[in-house]
């Protein structure tokens, strides 16, 4: 992420890979953005320390899904590890040849987290899934996307895979998720200096992706909505977009909540620093929401 | 014995005298009030159709051109108008076995209303259920149930987590699996550490994370449980708001047809199948159902594939009709019969369903009549048997013939029977009727009724009537000019020639519509507005002139002298035959030269024709009783000791028939008494043992062959025609034969026996025997027995020296 002069470009995106649903939903997500940006892809897979470590130990068993136990042995595991890898590079090959990006990939060993955070430093965006394989059910956001949250240097993309097709599924979701995902785009703005930039990065987003975009007005009450929405107006001038807006009475959080639910496969920009929205409160918001959202240093 | 008188011209040709007739034209005339002459036909009409039983089938029998089918359609159609009109039937899917369709019968009219509300059902379905599975209401509820199962997971891997924690072990997710290790500072412990760990601690973690796996492999086991028992809540739910949707949608038409049981059912069925099914109703437009569903694509594209199965196939329906169905099947095929069951190419296989089931023309015909051509049933394979195992079982099953025949096994339908209940009409020729009655015994038990059709009518004053009012009828049906009184005799005259007969009248209704669509096409020609008696003879003339190619080359062939036939002077053991050759619909006589000679011998006759296998049996027949005949008169006391041999001179092709066999012996008794026959005679009529001329057929034709001739070469007031006295009746002369009778130029002879015939060839008497025993000295019996006499006492003398006895 580079932000001379206020101005959000993106030129290389980092896409954090783990063969996972979401990682790979979250792949899909930043093909577009850098379809649309013409930024190139770098895929980064993270062979997990911990998992090298606990197939040396004599005392671990894999437990199976199908509640049989087997004996676990180093090579064995690597082995496992690298058919990930090479899953996770041919999703990746696929997408950038579907988006026509540049694009490259890489393995790397240690801490999934810290290697990931460390390679993003070199990029401007990292791309996540919201849970990685090794997923703790009961939260929304897996641990590498909680780290991320906390401590990503650059801009970061998170993108939830979403469930269609199932039993009770809702209808025509399949057919409509991929496309209008990219269709349109939403964007929060409370006048802060954090969302102006956010309101930046979507403008440029929505007008390389030539989609709509919404703007969510949070305000205490109608005139300084109005207001936030000649300022906001001031800034998008001169940008060939379609824009709509929206009012929202202040931020209670349900209210913005359901505000971005009712669009629930558009893309979120928000920024990490609002004070509107202190940081607890994205994270809280992130727990709700399917969207794929991308937050704004 | 008197000599034989020539007949008057009167006896040759019975007129139709137009003052008879009252009217001035045929459309003065009412049409004909039914049929003339088919009272037999009409009655076993009338009992067929009426007799309600099984088997009582008709089979209508009678040459083509008859207007068998005609008068048949006709009668049905009358008697059908005033029966009730059947029912509809429809197939509908089975829910339980697709295989086997089920059949719905309907009051009439109903099937079609049936199969719209069908489809408007599938159509409201097809909203209703969506919009309940969209509501608010249903997707909390269904999220619940979600949560629920995932909640059950949760908090179970959750509370092995903690347990783990707070042992310091971690759980970790591996490509494959679930692994539990020991942690320090939050990472797992490497393994140098763990080795470096006390003894004590080292089996602790052990056992820790052993008792912990067991944990888990305990609620993996039980994790399908919940998953099931979520599945379930799931699906009692989804039935629970489709059970909904479905029933007001569906009890609105159980309402409509709660006087139709089966319907109800079938309403029963649809709804289960919908709210089992409720799935297919969700998922959008561009997902492929069919493998799901089975079906084909329908041809419509109304419904999808799979919401075929709640619609409703008419087979058989009857809106808009008065009365009992009568079905006239021009092309009995197989499948045209029983119906079939179509099938469909769908990626590459072919499929089928029950909306692909065909009626035949018995499903049609079901509750009324079925009129079908005999032959051309006997003539698609398999027919014949489809339709009799149709009427035998009483009920239509549709079976494609690979099935019927078992040559093939795939799974194909088999629809539910339907109850028949039809009268079957077959057309078709006499021969066909006792063909069948002789070699299929199923067939006397299925169609027990025939209705045979006559052929000719007795000629009389009232029927003469009624077939001027079937000509005027026939004219208005045909749009032709009306007849004038003139015009209607001429054809009731030539339709007693058609029926070769003076005293009948032909009801072959073809040959009759024919002569009068001509005698029209003259009419008109000629710019007149009613047909006479000119135009109906020009018709006649023109018919006989565009057949008569081959007879008057014949006739040439003898002008020529390339066949030889005599027509004046006398000879003997020679004497002209008369044969009739048929090559189309057109017949004509001609004269053929018959000769015979003797000679010694040992009593045989022989035949040449037969010798050379030119002859059909009833040819030899006649033969044959000549030798019977000679023998008993002549040469009863002694052998019979000539060898006769007889021939038709310049004969190449086969002779058939034993009308020439009293020329035959004419000829012999010429050629044993060596009296000479007049040519300018010709002989028709077979003989029998006692010497008595019998009746033959074509009998005009035959004199008006010899007659053409004679005319040719010159009518010179001797020439003549024999013929048998019991043939006088047939006679139905051409006018041009009759007027040179009148005239006195030619002459007709009707002969009773042998003997007047030979007085009037020889110009001698025949002689009969006197009280000794003894024919007078002169006559021609007289001469023949003595040259017998003189043939038995040479071949006494012949064989007496030399030849043993026992020969003869």
């Given at each position: ?7 959000f470009?993106l030129?290389?995106?980092l896409?954090?890979?783990d063969?996972?649903a ?15 940006m ?20 004599p ?9 049989s ?8 595991m ?6 990930q ?5 041919q ?5 950038a ?6 694009w ?17 430093s ?6 996540l ?9 009961r ?6 996307a ?13 993108v ?6 199932a039993?009770?599924a809702r ?17 929060v ?33 109608s ?8 300022a ?15 009012s ?22 928000l920024?990490f ?21 991308l937050?704004?240093? | 014995m ?11 040709y ?7 007739f ?21 009655e ?10 099984e088997g ?13 089918f ?10 059908a ?7 509809d ?13 089920r ?38 509820r ?10 059950h ?6 509370e ?24 320090q500072?939050g990472?797992?412990?490497t393994?140098?550490d ?12 052990e ?7 067991e944990q ?10 919940w ?16 059970n ?5 949608l569906?009890d609105?038409?159980r309402?409509?047809y ?9 309403l ?14 969700l ?7 069919s ?20 619609l409703v196939?008419?087979?058989?329906e009857?809106?808009?009709?008065e009365g ?5 099947e ?10 079939q ?11 089928t ?8 023309a ?23 048997e489809?339709?009799k195992r ?5 009920e ?6 690979g099935?019927a025949l078992s040559?093939i096994?795939?799974?194909s ?11 079957v ?10 063909l069948?009655?002789?070699?299929d ?22 029927s003469?009537l ?8 026939l004219a208005?049906?045909?749009k ?10 001429r ?5 007693a020639r ?5 005293e ?12 009068l ?13 009613v ?10 003339d023109?018919q ?12 040439e062939?003898?002008?020529?002298g ?7 002077g006398?000879k003997?053991?020679?004497v002209?035959?008369l ?11 001609h ?57 038709f001179e310049?004969?190449?092709?086969g002779?058939e ?13 010429s050629?044993?008494?060596?009296t000479?026959?007049k040519q ?8 029998n ?14 004199i ?12 010179t007031?001797?020439q003549g025609?024999?013929?048998p ?8 002369l051409?006018r ?6 009148e ?9 009773e026996?042998?003997?007047?015939g ?5 110009g ?17 019996n007289h001469r023949?027995e003595?040259r ?21």
């Open positions: 992420m580079s932000e001379r002069e206020g101005r470009t030129r290389r995106i896409v954090a890979l063969a996972s979401h990682s790979l939903a979250a792949l899909e997500a930043a093909a577009d953005l850098a379809a649309a013409q930024a190139e892809m770098e895929g980064l897979f993270v062979e997990d320390i911990n998992l090298i470590r606990l197939a040396s130990l005392c671990t068993r894999e437990v199976r899904h199908t509640a136990l087997a004996s676990l042995d180093l090579e064995q690597e082995r496992a590890l690298k058919a890898a090479a899953e996770a590079r999703a990746m090959a696929a997408a040849r579907g988006a026509r990006v540049q490259s990939f890489r393995v790397a060993r240690g801490h999934v987290a810290h290697e990931v955070l460390a390679a993003a070199a990029a401007d965006l990292l791309t899934g919201k849970q990685g394989r090794s997923r703790n059910p939260a929304r956001l897996g641990s590498t909680l780290r991320a949250l906390a401590g990503a240097p650059v801009a970061l993309l998170l939830e895979h979403r469930r269609v097709g039993h009770g209808f025509g979701e399949a057919a409509r998720a991929d496309t209008e995902a990219r269709r349109r785009v939403l964007v703005a409370d006048g802060s200096e954090g969302a102006s930039r956010a309101l930046d990065a979507a403008a440029r987003l929505a007008e390389a992706s030539v989609v709509t975009l919404t703007v969510l007005l949070l305000a205490d009450d005139n300084a909505a109005r207001d936030l929405e000649l906001a107006a001031h800034s998008l001038e001169g940008r060939s977009i379609e824009v709509r807006w929206r929202l009475a202040l931020a209670k959080g349900h209210n913005l909540l359901r505000a971005i639910q009712s669009d629930e496969t558009a893309l979120l920009v920024s620093s609002s004070p509107r929205l202190p940081e607890a409160t994205v994270g809280k918001l992130l727990d709700h929401i399917t969207n794929p959202v937050l704004i240093r | 008197g000599r034989i008188e020539s007949l008057k011209p009167e006896a040759l019975r007129r139709c005298d137009p003052e008879l009252q009217f001035e034209t045929t459309a003065e005339l009412d049409d004909l009030e039914g049929i003339i002459g088919q009272e037999r036909a009409v076993a009409v009338e009992f067929g159709t009426a007799i309600r039983r009582y089938n008709l089979f209508s029998l009678g040459p083509s051109g008859t207007g068998k005609k008068i048949v359609r006709d009668f049905l159609k009358r008697k108008a005033a029966e009730p009109i059947p029912s039937w429809c197939y509908v899917n089975s829910f339980d076995d697709p295989q086997k369709p059949a719905l019968r309907l009051p009439p009219g109903q099937g079609i209303e049936l199969r719209q509300d069908a489809e408007r059902l599938v159509e409201e379905l097809r909203s209703a259920i969506p919009a309940a599975f969209e509501s608010e209401d249903y997707r909390t269904r999220q619940v149930i979600e949560e629920e199962v995932k909640e997971h949760e908090r179970a891997f959750e092995l987590r903690r347990q783990g924690q707070e042992k310091g072990i971690a759980l970790m997710r591996t490509p494959a699996g679930l692994v539990f290790a020991p942690t500072k990472e797992v412990i393994p140098e763990f080795q470096q760990l006390p003894e004590a601690e080292r089996e602790r973690i056992r820790d994370i052993k008792a912990l796996q888990l492999q305990a609620s993996l086991r039980q994790a399908p449980q998953e099931r028992g979520g599945r379930e809540k799931l699906k009692a739910l989804n039935q629970e708001v489709a909904f949707a479905v029933g007001h569906i609105e038409l309402k409509k709660t006087a139709i049981p089966p319907v109800v059912e079938f029963n069925a649809v709804q289960q199948d919908v709210i089992e099914n409720v799935e297919a109703f998922k959008p437009p561009e997902s492929p159902l493998a799901q569903a089975g079906n084909p694509q329908p041809r419509s594209p109304k419904a999808f594939p799979f919401f075929r199965r709640y196939n008419v087979v058989v009857h809106s808009g009709s009992a169905p009568v079905v006239y021009d092309n009995p095929t197989y499948q045209n019969l029983v119906g069951v179509e099938y469909m190419a769908q990626m590459g296989a072919l499929s369903d029950f909306g692909l089931i065909r009626s035949g018995l499903h049609q015909a079901n509750g009324g009549y079925l009129m079908l051509d005999a032959l051309r049933v006997l003539s698609q394979p398999y027919a014949w489809g339709l149709t009427l035998r079982s009483g239509i099953r549709i079976e494609s013939l099935q040559l096994s795939t799974a339908l088999e629809p539910e029977p339907i109850p028949l209940s039809v009268k009409v077959l057309l078709g020729e006499r021969l066909l009727y006792y069948l009655s002789q070699h015994s199923e067939f006397n038990e299925l169609f027990k009724v025939a209705v045979d059709f006559d052929e000719e009518v007795t000629r009389s004053p009232t003469q009624l077939y001027a009012k079937l000509i005027g009828r208005r049906q045909e032709l000019l009306p007849f004038d009184r003139g015009g209607v005799a054809v009731i005259e030539q339709s058609f029926a070769g007969d003076a009948k009248l032909s009801l072959h209704n073809r040959t009759l519509s024919d002569l669509r001509e005698a029209d096409y003259w009419a008109q020609k000629a710019g007149g507005n047909v006479g008696a000119g135009e109906v003879q020009r018709a006649i023109a006989i002139r565009r057949a008569s190619r081959m007879r008057e080359q014949y006739q062939e003898v002008l020529r390339t066949l030889l036939i005599d027509t004046e006398a003997v053991g020679q002209n035959g044969s009739v050759v048929q090559p189309g619909r057109y017949a004509f006589g004269p053929s030269r018959i000769t015979a000679r003797v000679r010694l011998g040992r009593g045989e006759v022989v035949d040449i024709e037969r010798e050379v296998e030119l002859s059909g049996p009833i040819h030899s027949k006649g033969v044959l009783i000549l030798s019977g005949f000679l023998g008993a008169r002549y040469a009863s006391d002694r052998p019979l000791s000539l060898s006769a041999s007889l021939v310049q004969s190449y092709s002779v028939g034993d009308s020439a066999s009293s020329a035959e012996l004419y000829a012999l008794l050629a044993l008494s060596e000479p026959i300018s005679l010709a002989v028709t009529g077979s003989v043992q006692r010497g008595e001329v019998q009746a033959i057929g074509g009998v005009n034709e035959k008006e062959g010899f007659f053409d001739l004679c005319h040719a070469r010159g009518l007031g001797e025609v024999l013929i006295a019991s043939n006088v009746k047939h006679l139905m051409r041009d034969v009759v007027e040179a009778v005239a006195g130029k030619f002459h007709i002879y009707p002969v026996t042998i003997d007047q030979i007085a009037l060839l020889t001698l008497e025949a002689g009969e025997r006197d009280g000794g025993g003894n024919f007078p000295e002169g006559s021609v023949v003595e017998l006499i003189a043939l038995a006492e040479k071949r006494r003398a012949f064989g007496q020296p030399s030849q043993s006895r026992g020969e003869t």
